[in-house]
Structures are given as structure tokens and as C-alpha cells.
Nanobody, 124 residues
Framework: QVQLVESGGGWVQVGGSLRLSCAAS????????MGWFRQAPGKEREFVAA????????YYADSVKDRFTISRDNAKNTVYLQMNSLKPEDTAVYYC?????????????????WGQGTQVTVSS
């Protein structure tokens, strides 16, 4: 089992940057593939980015490709999401996710662990 705590959200102007962090409890962080999702008001939770256990491979939604970067530090039990060139449509609650068997690219996976979410607001 793993517990996830996100941080780093906030308010930023269009074109700005934010770095989200997700700290995981436990000593088996490296055995989990990690992902970031987001949910805007009135919309379903959607995939943003994912990273394999070793960190060697990353995957992105088309809407954030070339603007967002996911990374992880297994020694610090932390996964990051660097968000650049932010747009108003990036406004959402961002959630960290972990899965012991699957790469977190769909919010409907069973046995997915979730953080509590952190709000990101991009204002023009």
C-alpha cells in the first residue's frame, strides 16, 4: 500500500510555470508506476502524464506534450510534474496516482492509489 501527498499547486498567469510534487509513503516506491491526472469542474478526470518504475520511459497526453515534464526520484520517494507555458485550459485539480502493475494512463484502473489533489489555476 502507498499513500500519496501532492503539493506545489497554486495560481499562475498564462505562460507561467509551476512544479507539482507528489510524495509517497513506504519503502516500495520504486515498485509503482506513477502518473498525473487532472479534473476540471464538470469534467471527467483525465490522464496527463505517466512514468515507468525506473523512470526510463514517460508518456503524455497530447494536450500537454512539449509543455509538461514528468520525472521521479526513487531515492526521495517523489514524482514531479514540471508545467511550463501554462494555459487557462490547464486549470484543474491535479492528482497523483500509483499502480503496482499497470502504467497509470486511465483513471478507471482498479487498485489505483490516489492523492488528495492540488489545485492549479491559470489566469489570463
Amino acid at each position: 500500500q502507498v499513500q500519496l501527498v501532492e503539493s506545489g499547486g497554486g495560481w499562475v498567469q498564462v505562460g507561467g510555470s509551476l512544479r507539482l510534487s507528489c510524495a509517497a509513503s513506504g519503502r516500495t516506491f520504486s515498485s509503482y508506476a506513477m502518473g498525473w491526472f487532472r479534473q476540471a469542474p464538470g469534467k471527467e478526470r483525465e490522464f496527463v502524464a505517466a512514468i515507468t518504475r525506473s523512470g526510463d520511459n514517460t508518456y503524455y497526453a497530447d494536450s500537454v506534450k512539449d509543455r509538461f515534464t514528468i520525472s521521479r526520484d526513487n531515492a526521495k520517494n517523489t514524482v514531479y510534474l514540471q508545467m511550463n507555458s501554462l494555459k487557462p485550459e490547464d486549470t484543474a485539480v491535479y492528482y497523483c496516482a500509483a499502480h503496482s502493475r499497470l502504467l497509470p494512463v486511465a483513471a478507471t484502473y482498479e487498485n489505483m492509489y490516489w492523492g488528495q489533489g492540488t489545485q492549479v489555476t491559470v489566469s489570463s
